[in-house]
């Protein structure tokens, strides 16, 4: 029996298919930050691979692909932090996801309690330290535990869902918080 509309192959699916149906889930959008190197010059990528772990300790994840520039400099940063972005900081998400060495020239951000960049307008920010790092495929799983963390105002989550940017709309209707 084959599910209403869609195209059933035996063996492995092909990427394209893979990357459609996956697009279907709706993910919320983070940028992880943090100062590598020397400590001055701030360095960001765009995440939608982000999930909770564990209450206690409180640990969080992420995936960072294999082929990524920033990754390697941001996992030497002491900590880092995983910036939950707002519906209106879509701009944020394109400027830190591209591979421009200087794509926080126009970021606004102040430092949490140790140091590294929280993007203004997030709606949460998470200070964390790399627990683990797992190859998986053409990514890497890292497993952060949290250490300080924040909220600011909430104008409901930045979403991704079929290669576009949204915003939440609760099912009755009304405007997000």
Not at 37 to 55: A, E, K, Q, Y
Not at 86 to 114: I, N, Y
Not at 116 to 130: F, N
Not at 145 to 163: E, I, K, N, S, T
């Amino acid at each position: 029996m084959t599910a209403t509309g869609f195209t059933v192959a035996p063996g492995r699916p092909d990427a394209d298919a893979f990357r459609s149906a996956l697009g279907r889930f709706a993910t919320g959008v983070v940028v992880v930050t943090g100062l590598p190197g020397d400590g001055t010059r701030p360095s960001g990528l765009t995440v939608n691979s982000f999930t909770s772990v564990s209450l206690d300790p409180p640990l969080v994840s992420f995936c960072a692909g294999r082929d990524s520039r920033t990754w390697p400099g941001l996992r030497t940063s002491a900590r880092i932090c995983v910036n939950i972005l707002g519906a209106g900081q879509e701009q944020t998400s394109r400027r830190l996801a591209r591979s421009d060495p200087d794509k926080f020239a126009s970021v606004a951000w102040s430092g949490s309690p140790s140091g590294q960049p929280v993007l203004d307008g997030a709606l949460a920010w998470l200070e964390c330290s790399v627990e683990a790092e797992h190859p998986a495929g053409d990514h890497h799983i890292v497993v952060a535990r949290v250490h300080a963390l924040g909220a600011g105002d909430d104008d409901g989550p930045l979403l991704f869902y079929r290669g576009g940017y949204g915003r939440f709309v609760p099912a009755d209707g009304t405007a997000a918080p």
